[in-house]
């Protein structure tokens, strides 16, 4: 999950996650040093470092560049005590952070293994939704892998560098969704990160998931839109109920024509299936809105 801020990318990630998980999916909703929302979405306390049930079949976890490093070490190291004295001594401490990119990476890291932990002969999660970081950090953290194997000589570290760009790389296992707003500041940067994903990484979007619209209540021609023009008309006559309610509807269909004008140049200019999620006015969003919204998904993605 790609996209800039602001534009509700961890909601839509929410119920991305929250479809998947109904349709019987063990679903990892995955999160990075992030300030967590997806606790309050689904009634929790916010989420950690560990993995967390929200409800049937979902999970997440909002993991940190230390807390991804000191699995990556246990993993390859097996035991806490030279985990210990491995990792966590000042020279190893200043050395890794000295390293640029490295706890994108180990964070990257993670993700990936989650897409192949396994339990026996069973993998444990169907998917994983990464929400990512705002657009910028999101393209650094991707490009790791391919400096990694552009640079560094062979061994442990490109090997796995070259399986999480074959990851990355393979449409049958990964889609790289993009979430947006039709407007002009999030609908430019999302043909520029998509632009730059494709150049750079060979990643093409997915699907582009336009979020927060308003909706079209007043059709050219409807019985609501010869109401607000003949309210327009009169507007001097109107007492003031009827003057805020048509101030109000004005504004709502030019802010409608505003989105239209967006979506036409996300359309022609990215050329990738468009989802389109509304507005949804709440001061919180709760577990209903997040299931509103993932049974649109479910419905045009599917």
Known sequence: MVGKGGVGRSTVAAAIASATAAKGRRT????????DRFGEFFGH???????T??????????????AALEEYGLMVLRFRSIYKLVFENRITEAFIKAIPGVE???????????????????????????????????????????????????GPLTRDAKEIQRLLCDPERTAV??????????SNEAIDLSKQ??????????????NQLYEDRFPEGSPQDQILSALDASAAELGPALHAVRAHALQYRSRRKLNETYLARLA????TPQVHLPRIFAAKLGGGDIDRLAKTLHSEMC
């Open 28 to 35: 990892l909703l995955y999160e990075a040093n992030a300030s």
């Open 45 to 51: 306390k916010p989420v950690g470092t560990s993995i």
């Open 53 to 66: 049930k929200l409800r049937e079949n979902l999970f997440a976890v909002n993991t940190t560049p230390a």
């Open 104 to 154: 994108d990476y180990a964070l990257l890291g993670k993700a990936w293994f989650h897409t192949k932990e396994r339990k026996g002969d069973k993998a444990v999660w169907d998917t994983v939704v990464f929400d990512m970081a705002a657009s910028g950090h999101s393209l650094s953290m991707l490009r790791i892998p391919w400096a990694i194997t552009q640079t560094v000589p062979d």
């Open 177 to 186: 969704v993009m979430v947006t707003m039709a407007e002009d500041m999030p």
């Open 197 to 210: 994903m494709h150049d750079h990484l060979g990643l093409s979007t997915s699907q582009l998931i336009v």
């Open 268 to 271: 022609k200019t990215l050329r």
